[in-house]
C-alpha cells in the first residue's frame, strides 16, 4: 500500500523558517506529480505549491516568493523550504501525490496525514 508520511513541522516565530519534508513508501511504478497543501483551524484546505514529475513547479499567491518545492535525491521525496513565515501560514500541512501507479494497484490521489506548523507573531 502506498503511504505518505510528512516531518519537519514545529513551532517558529514570524519571519523564519521550516523545512518540510515528505517520504513515500510501497512498491510505487510512478507518481504524475506531488505537491502541498494546507488547513488552518476553521478553514478549508488550500492548495500550496505542486511539482510534477518533470520538475515543473506551481505556486499559490499567497506562499510565492517565500516558499520552494523541490524534489530530494531519493525517488519520490519533496520538500518545501518555508522562509518568511506568517502567522496566517498556521496549518496542518499535507503532503499529496497524484495519479500513483503502483504494483497493487493505482491511485488517483494519495494524501499523508500531516504536519502541524504554527507560526507565532
Known amino acids: 500500500q502506498v503511504q505518505l508520511v510528512e516531518s519537519g513541522g514545529g513551532l517558529v516565530q514570524a519571519g523564519g523558517s521550516l523545512r518540510l519534508s515528505c517520504t513515500t513508501s510501497g512498491s510505487i511504478i510512478s507518481i504524475e506529480g506531488m505537491g502541498w497543501h494546507r488547513q488552518a483551524p476553521g478553514k478549508q484546505r488550500e492548495f500550496v505549491a505542486g511539482i510534477t514529475s518533470g520538475g515543473s513547479t506551481v505556486y499559490a499567491n499567497s506562499v510565492k516568493g517565500r516558499f520552494t518545492i523541490s524534489r530530494g535525491n531519493a525517488k519520490n521525496t519533496i520538500y518545501l523550504q518555508m522562509d518568511g513565515l506568517k502567522p496566517e501560514d498556521t496549518a496542518v500541512h499535507y503532503c499529496?501525490?497524484?495519479?500513483?501507479?503502483?504494483?497493487?494497484?493505482?491511485?488517483?490521489?494519495?494524501w499523508g496525514q500531516g504536519t502541524l506548523v504554527t507560526v507565532s507573531s
Open positions: 499529496n501525490a497524484v495519479r500513483v501507479v503502483a504494483v497493487e494497484d493505482d491511485y488517483l490521489q494519495v
